[in-house]
């Protein structure tokens, strides 16, 4: 069987007061993913993730806690596989969506409706979030 390429991200799982966990859903895209995303050459877990939320959501992360690695087929590349870092992590101040970001979402993580969720996010992050609820 043929090996796909791999991307690797760094992913968080953020819940607000009420338990929901945030989902954002890109420009070029219609399926919902975790907050986060690839990390450069050179860059730590930690470091890619904390660019990416400043960047694509304008919030500052306060604490990060490690869930695991975790890979699915990539949502937005045909014939790849992601493999995220992923991270319980609690901001400090409101998100709102910037950079490639077009919107952003709370769903419960146990009933998140009908709507288009990558299969990383469907198979490990909301399962991880619901059974981790804080």
Known sequence: ??????????????????????????????????PGGKINSGETELAALYRELKEELNCVPIRTRFCGHFSAPAANEAEHVVEAAIYWVDIEGPVAPASEIAEIIWVDPKDPGDRPIAPLTREHVLPIASASMR
């Not at 090996?3 to 859903?25: D, M, S, Y």
């Open 1 to 34: 069987m043929k090996k796909l390429p791999t991307i690797r991200i760094a992913a968080a799982i953020i819940n607000n007061e009420r338990g929901q966990t945030l989902l954002v859903r890109k420009h070029s895209s219609q399926v919902f993913i975790q």
